[in-house]
């Protein structure tokens, strides 16, 4: 089945927090080992955290020791810093865009429309890597999830949504996943609309999302699918809000390191098939 | 399809936990009307609780509002006790036994292979009901979770699990299952051994597992269902322990009061199809 949601050359590699920064860097390694031939500048956007010279130096220091030529640090806190030349000039230089965590919706309100968003969707579909983590991994798709308490979840409403940064569309993503037991949330999201894959990340796990729609986890952690598609029955239509949501027949994977899930062809990849599926974009 | 686990004429209500006690009683109501006609004694076990009493005296109150000609209120702290004629006597003339919540491996460890305990079965055998909360509820099968940090769990070994109080067969029960993400416990659980149905009990929220082996959920909370029964693959076996486990396939499915779910058929019953099945019964 041809994808009706194309993607750019380059990879997107979402991570669900909490990633190495300081020891063996397995998945920030996997990163900058996605830059384009001789593109290794990165910049590194910390709009999202409230803490940005606390954040910031720490991956200084990690892409930087995997070999980056150049790491632009940028904190953009206000949406006259997102439309700064300098600014799209420096994303324009960068074979990796990383995003930080923090609070997504402080990313997207900042980042929205502005032309630093612009610049990294041209760098993406210019063949450079997208990353980001916790946050800047649920801002990704063009819809996200920013609020709702997990053990509150399944009840009408109390998940709360709007427009990501929009450079992946098909799936939703969540962070800390299995630490913060968030099932609940893409459950609901998933009963709410059965078209859109769930992406679970664990901390210190992530997945790239191939140009042919193929997800690759990667990391110690655990990547958890929840695919509705199938999806039997649902009250959530006739509920008032804040009720009981009912659930009929959700799919659940759980990938580790090396296994895959093919979103256009709703298909658990094991490690061969993984293999044979990216073999023919390498 | 003839069940391979006939169960005796009484009811079962496992509870998730932190049921109401004190206001509409919705739960412990439902329990105590399924008490056969004119047996209207309760006994309430608290044995896994490590402040018995302070949680007898609430259930005591709840059960006698509800109706109770008597209420038996046994602490049963050690295996002595639990071997007591007069204990034995109590439990012979309750339509209802209810076992608190505390510690699952306090509860099995004192009860098991008791005088007791065989009464208790006997009574479930004559139709009475015996229900069970938190702890109560995770020990009545045959087999039982007992420890294993829901952040920690999915990798090999990291649940831990031994014999429980064997009232029911063919699934496994987790209780306070949304409030504290526990579900990668099932999901681990499930990869063992994908035969056995993963039965997770949100707090207020409860199963009735009728004599057909269809489980009715009641309450205000949430039961989540984890069915393994169709898994494709996992790398459990080949792991180490502490590795994490890759699971393809499992469904999950989510019940609200009044919905069930055929054990044997592993067909969900919304509220229409639950009466027709139940009505059978009745």
Redesign the interface.
Known sequence: MASQHPVAPGRIVAIGGAEDRTSDLEILRQVFALAPEGQDEVAVIATASSIPDEVLPDYEAAFSRLGASRVHSLAIRDRRQAAEAETVRRIEQSGVIFFTGGDQLRLTNVMGGSDTLTAIRNRLKAGAVVAGTSAGAAAMPGTMIYNGA??D??RKGAVNMTFGLGLVEGLIIDSHF???????RL?EVGATNPEYLGVGLGEDAAVIIHPNRVLEAIG???VIL?DSRDL??S?IADLAMGE??????????????G?GFDIEARR?L?ADALSTTLADLR
């Open positions: 997990a053990a979840a399944l299995l630490e913060r037991g968030r099932f609940t459950m110690p952690g655990h929840i039997a029955s009250n009981a949501v009912a659930i009929e027949h959700q799919v659940l994977h759980a990938l580790v390191n296994h658990y094991t």
